[in-house]
C-alpha cells in the first residue's frame, strides 16, 4: 500500500513547483530561499547522512525513497520531470531539495584553516572543499567575491564533502587580523613567495588562496605573515599558474606534512 501510495505522489508535482526547483539553481533563488540543490545517488546519500536539514528528496525510483531514513518530503517523479528540474546534462535518478545550514563562529581551536580569497570557479571550488576533508581541514573561510558554495557545480564537484565543512563568509582582510591576534599565522600563496618545501611552516597557520586569474588581493598579501611558492621543475619555460585547486591541494599537503614530521620529533 505504501508502495502504491508514492508512485500516486507522481501527481502532485507541479509545473510552478519544477519551475521552482529549477529556480534554485540561480544564486539570488537560493540566497531568497535559503534552499539549496543535491543531485545523484552517492550525494544525496551523503546529504541524509549529513548534519544538513533535508525538505524534499524527487526520485525515480520508489525504492530509493523508502530506503531513505528522515523526516522529509519524498515524491516519486518521472525521468522527464526530474530532466526539467536537474542542472545536469545527463540528470541522475534523485534530487534532494536542502536547506542551507547558518553561518557558523569561526572556532580557532583547529591547526590549519583555509582562506579563499575571489576564487571564481564553481569546480575548483568543489574540489578544494573535497580535498580538504580528506586532508581534515574542518573550516574555509571565502571572501565575499568567491563563487557562492552551495551552488549545483560547486555541491557535485565536493562529493558530499560540503556537508561536513563548515564555509564561513567574511571581510578576509579583517579575518585575517583576526587569526593572527588568535595566534595563527597568515601564509598566503604566491607565485614570488618562498618555496614552500623550504618555508618555515611551524605553529598554526591560515592558508590564504587566491583566484587563477588575480591571485590572492593586494589588500590581503599586505596583512599576511609570509608568502608561498610551489617550485616549478619542468624542463622548459613553466605555465602561467597551476590551477587553485591542485595548489591548494599540494600546500594543504605540504602543512600536514611538515605538521607530522614536528609531532615526531
Known amino acids: ?12 508535482v507541479t509545473r510552478s513547483e519544477i519551475q521552482q526547483i529549477r529556480a534554485l539553481q540561480q544564486r539570488p533563488e ?10 545523484g545517488v552517492k550525494v544525496v546519500s551523503e546529504l541524509i547522512a549529513s548534519r544538513i536539514t533535508v525538505e524534499a528528496l524527487y526520485c525515480t525510483d520508489p525504492a530509493f525513497l523508502d530506503s531513505m531514513q528522515g523526516d522529509f518530503r519524498r515524491e516519486t517523479v518521472t525521468s522527464k520531470d526530474l530532466e526539467r528540474m536537474s542542472s545536469l546534462t545527463t540528470p541522475n535518478a534523485v534530487i534532494a531539495v536542502a536547506r542551507i545550514p547558518a553561518v557558523e563562529k569561526i572556532a580557532w581551536h583547529d ?4 582562506a579563499l580569497d575571489g576564487l571564481r570557479d564553481p569546480g575548483n571550488l568543489g574540489t578544494i572543499i573535497r580535498t580538504a576533508r580528506w586532508f581534515g581541514v574542518q573550516q574555509i573561510l571565502c571572501s565575499a567575491d568567491c563563487v557562492d558554495a552551495f551552488g549545483p557545480k560547486v555541491v557535485q564537484g565536493a562529493m558530499g564533502a560540503l556537508f561536513h565543512t563548515s564555509i564561513i563568509p567574511c571581510e578576509l582582510r579583517s579575518m ?10 597568515a601564509v598566503s600563496a604566491t607565485l614570488e613567495g618562498i618555496p614552500v618545501h623550504g618555508a618555515d611552516l611551524s605553529g ?7 583566484s587563477e586569474s588575480h591571485g590572492v588581493s593586494s589588500s590581503v598579501r599586505e596583512v599576511c605573515d609570509m608568502e608561498v611558492s610551489i617550485p616549478f621543475h619542468g624542463l622548459s619555460q613553466p605555465v602561467e599558474s597551476l590551477n587553485a585547486a591542485i595548489a591548494a591541494g599540494i600546500l594543504i599537503s605540504e602543512l600536514r606534512q611538515h605538521a607530522g614530521h614536528v609531532e615526531q620529533g
Request: aromatic share 4%.
Open 176 to 185: 585575517v587580523g583576526s587569526a593572527k591576534q588568535e595566534g595563527f599565522r
Open 111 to 114: 591547526d590549519l584553516i583555509l
Open 204 to 210: 598554526r597557520i591560515m592558508l590564504v588562496i587566491g
Open 30 to 39: 537560493r540566497k531568497a530561499t535559503g534552499l539549496f540543490l543535491v543531485e
Open 1 to 12: 500500500m505504501a508502495r502504491i501510495q508514492i508512485l500516486l505522489q507522481v501527481l502532485s
